[in-house]
């Protein structure tokens, strides 16, 4: 990643008051471009990240639905933006059960809308739609890491949504993008944690609220393997894949995996026991014997499309990802959190620096 590529570059962020967005806003920020955000609402969770890492200070924000293509669309003719990464959906397996219709309409035609309006505006120039490790197929469970050629598929309703959602950016970028000298690609992630997210069913800040109230964490299901990633290894495969879609067009458009390497895939208990060693042993926690609804057993995902065309690799392995997440949150819980967000993008980019002249090597 160059940080000199993103010297007053436009880029509109959808989505970017939730966890990656907040991250992702507050990097490009660093780096130096002018970031706009379009979001359905402040964050519902309180705490969030937007406003403890003060997001919104050096930024344009509108706060409207996805789906409400004529603010959408009058706000992004306003600002012309170069660059677009689409986070807005509804991001939860749980909640898509609750609510399929909603999850379906915001990740489905949120992102016609925003493709739609993208194509009709001259300044844009790259389009990076952000899915999931959970739009393939995974029906057998398959021990074999998904490949951007694997089948889209889903069993529940989030899934399934982002499966579609790809679908749309697929015919999208092959029935117009294409054509008229726009970029458009998809970003697949996996399990993706750091500091600052507070979200409602994840396994992070379920832990962290458990210790903060002093209750009994329930697992539903201990024995999930899950590719886990800091959320700055997946953020930084976002911003080199729009550097090279910017500087060499088509060959970079399509989907791209951006997950951790093999040491990462733990399993829902293996990672809950590292995060309480990092949290003197505080979280108490039981396997919840009531029968839930249906999610992956296991999901890993195949990087070697961005490792080899990319050159991008995870920086953080699964170690130093728990421990900076759990660095962060107990710098929240002892109130000595102070600007930690932004200097772990730093102490990033530091470890990236060092490793870069291993990477032009291979």
């Not at 130096?32 to 200070?57: C, F, M, T, W």
């Not at 930024?59 to 170069?82: A, E, N, T, V, W």
């Not at 790259?126 to 029906?139: A, E, G, H, P």
């Not at 993008?345 to 291993?358: G, N």
Request: proline residues 4%; charged residues 20%.
């Amino acid at each position: 990643m160059v940080s000199s590529f993103w010297k007053s570059k436009k880029v509109l962020i959808t989505g970017h008051t939730g966890f990656k967005g907040s991250w992702l806003s507050l990097w490009l920020q660093h780096l130096g471009a002018d970031v706009y955000g379009y979001s359905s609402s402040l964050p519902i969770s309180v705490p969030n990240l937007y406003e403890i890492a003060q997001v919104s200070k050096s930024m344009d924000s509108m706060y409207g639905d996805i789906l409400d293509f004529g603010k959408l669309q009058s706000f992004i003719h306003r600002i012309q933006p170069d660059i677009i990464f689409h986070l807005a959906a509804q991001p939860l397996v749980r909640e898509s059960y609750a609510d399929p219709v909603g999850t379906f309409s915001t990740n489905v035609m949120g992102t016609v809308n925003l493709l739609e309006i993208a194509r009709h505006v001259n300044s844009v120039r790259v389009v990076i739609n952000v899915t999931t490790d959970k739009c393939y197929q995974n029906s057998g469970e398959s021990l074999q890491g998904f490949t951007e050629k694997n089948p889209l598929g889903g069993q529940d309703p989030y899934s399934a949504s982002k499966a579609c959602s790809e679908l749309v950016t697929s015919a999208y970028e092959q029935s117009f993008y294409s054509h008229n000298g726009k970029l458009l690609s998809s970003v697949r992630a996996g399990n993706v944690i750091g500091g600052g997210d507070w979200a409602a069913d994840r396994i992070i800040p379920d832990i962290i609220r458990s210790v903060i109230n002093g209750e009994v964490m329930k697992i539903r299901y201990p024995h999930a393997v899950r590719p886990w990633q800091h959320v700055l290894d997946c953020l930084e495969g976002y911003l080199l894949l729009a550097q090279n879609m910017w500087r060499s067009g088509n060959d970079f458009t399509g989907a791209w995996n951006f997950g951790p390497g093999e040491s990462s895939v733990l399993s829902v208990k293996n990672l809950i026991e590292q995060c309480n060693r990092h949290l003197g042993n505080r979280l108490k926690w039981i396997c919840d014997s009531e029968i839930h609804l249906h999610e992956a057993s296991r999901l890993v995902l195949n990087i070697d499309k961005a490792t080899k065309l990319l050159q991008w690799e995870p920086q953080l392995n699964i170690h130093q990802t728990i421990e900076w997440t759990m660095d962060w949150y107990l710098g929240y819980m002892d109130k000595s959190l102070g600007h930690k967000t932004l200097q772990q993008i730093k102490d990033f980019e530091k470890i990236k620096a060092a490793k870069l002249p291993q990477l032009k090597e291979k």
